[in-house]
């Protein structure tokens, strides 16, 4: 499988990649698991190509045939931490590249920064940005954030399917400075939305110039 949703391509819902993931745990082509299920290949071929809400007893059948719970295709325990379930079949660990690290950069809306504090090591989440080579991000002057300025700092994003058992991360180490009143006036106009805690008296742009850029990713064949 391919990692797709993260090129713009549509994503199947998670119903059909659940769907896709066990038929193939089982060693099943469409056909087999469509008889199985008394469904025609087709259907079965749209559900898990496209977002979609089969019918209870539709679902009910599938669930049989797959030898799973309708609990677990509909999403039963997303909610749960990520990262707690078995290792897929073949993984692979590959490292990303740097074109291919800001690429999945790109993707992101919110990431964590890695600052030291009066209180000690943090690690904050923020809402950010890429622009020209660098994260940017927007904090309120004298918050845990803000103390990145002056420093080198860690900012890292990652992403974990559960579903597919596979993720990525990407990690950017540079220097922060404070971005001046016309910097700023572009960020500002680049932002595709306020920070999630509200941008009242989050006037302070920080930009972190990448220094190192490493990514790595577990990949399922």
Same mark, same amino acid.
């Given at each position: ?17 659940? $769907? ?20 025609? /290949? ?14 209870? =007893? ?11 719970? $309708? ?10 931490? =990520? ?41 904050? =989440? ?18 845990? /954030? ?26 950017? $180490? ?32 920080? $930009? ?14």
């Amino acid at each position: 499988m391919s990692d797709k949703e993260h090129h713009g391509l549509p994503d199947p819902g998670d119903i059909g990649r659940r $769907v896709a993931l066990q038929r193939e745990r089982l060693g099943l082509t469409r056909e087999e698991a469509a008889v199985r299920a008394g469904m025609a /290949p087709g259907y079965l071929e749209y559900l898990e190509e496209h977002p979609s809400a089969p019918s209870g =007893p539709g679902l009910l059948r599938l669930a049989a045939a797959l030898e799973t719970s $309708v609990e677990w295709l509909r999403g039963g325990g997303t909610n749960a931490p =990520p990262g707690r379930g078995r290792a897929s079949g073949r993984p692979r660990y590959l490292e990303l590249d740097e074109e291919e690290c800001w690429a999945r950069l790109s993707t992101h809306g919110v990431g964590r920064i890695a600052v030291t504090t009066a209180e000690g090591p943090a690690i904050i =989440p923020v809402n950010y940005q890429v622009a020209d080579g660098a994260i940017a991000f927007r904090t309120k002057p004298g918050s845990a /954030p803000s103390a990145a300025v002056g420093h080198e700092v860690a900012f890292e994003v990652d992403y974990v399917d559960d579903v597919f058992r596979r993720g990525w991360s990407v990690l950017v $180490v540079g220097r922060a400075r404070a971005a001046g009143e016309e910097e700023a006036r572009h960020l500002a106009g680049q932002e595709l939305g306020e920070p999630w805690t509200g941008g009242e008296e989050r006037d302070l742009w920080v $930009v972190v110039r990448a220094e190192r850029v490493t990514g790595r990713r577990i990949h399922t064949e």
